[in-house]
């Protein structure tokens, strides 16, 4: 039920394919190791795991080709997905990390119903964040910790932009808060080399 089409290296190169930046991909690869330890943190299965590390990888994959025109943001994806090898599933759930912006109209009126959906959103959004904080921590994650991050979270000016909200519906997981900031700094710590922290 969980397959997928790609390995995890035929999807970095489909990500390549559309995207340049290496910021954008720092997000992808932080996106992919939260949502495995959330996945590994639920109990799930490896194949699971893999699945939900994907969702996290590909989830903005058209966004090197759409970021210049915001409102077509993840209309190319499902196209993108789909010639891959990838099930209407798989795109659903992506499709929903995308629900309630303005930004994108079509979408703008869908709620997220799934515990994946709400961990994706959460998971991506919360990226934002933990990046964030690193940067001001002159780039370093290895020593970061949950309570620091909560304080961030809470001051609306630190990283404006970033939904607090959306990192808030990890709670319809069944995780608190707190939890959630444990597992996703841990999850990063692992590949601070990758996304240029330390």
């Known amino acids: 039920m969980m397959s997928l089409p790609l390995t995890r290296q035929q999807a970095l190169a489909l990500l390549k394919k559309y995207n340049t930046e290496q910021t954008d991909f720092n997000h992808y690869l932080e996106s992919e190791a939260v949502m495995r330890g959330l996945a590994e943190h639920f109990g799930l299965e ?19 080709i759409t970021k210049e025109n915001v409102a077509t943001h993840l209309k190319k ?23 309630g912006f303005d930004e994108l109209p079509s979408l703008k009126e869908k709620k997220r119903t799934e515990r994946i959906e709400h961990a994706l959103s959460a998971s991506e959004t919360v990226t934002g964040l933990i990046h964030s904080y690193a ?10 910790e949950a309570k620091g991050l909560m304080k961030k979270y809470k001051d609306k000016a630190f990283a404006a932009k970033i939904s607090r909200e959306i990192i808030m519906e990890i709670e319809k ?13 841990s999850s990063i710590k692992k590949i ?3 996304v240029g922290l330390e």
Not at 47 to 58: I, P, T
Not at 84 to 99: E, P, Q, R, T, V
Not at 135 to 144: A, N, T, Y
């Open 192 to 194: 601070a080399g990758e």
């Open 135 to 144: 940067l001001m921590r002159g780039k370093k994650v290895s020593d970061m």
């Open 77 to 99: 994806m499902p196209d993108i997905l789909k010639e891959a090898g990838f099930d209407d599933k798989f795109i659903n759930i992506i499709l929903s990390h995308g629900y």
């Open 46 to 64: 490896k194949e699971e795991v893999e699945y939900w590390g994907m969702l996290g990888l590909l989830h903005d994959v058209d966004w090197g």
């Open 173 to 185: 997981t069944g995780l608190s808060l707190e939890k959630f900031f444990e597992i996703a700094i």
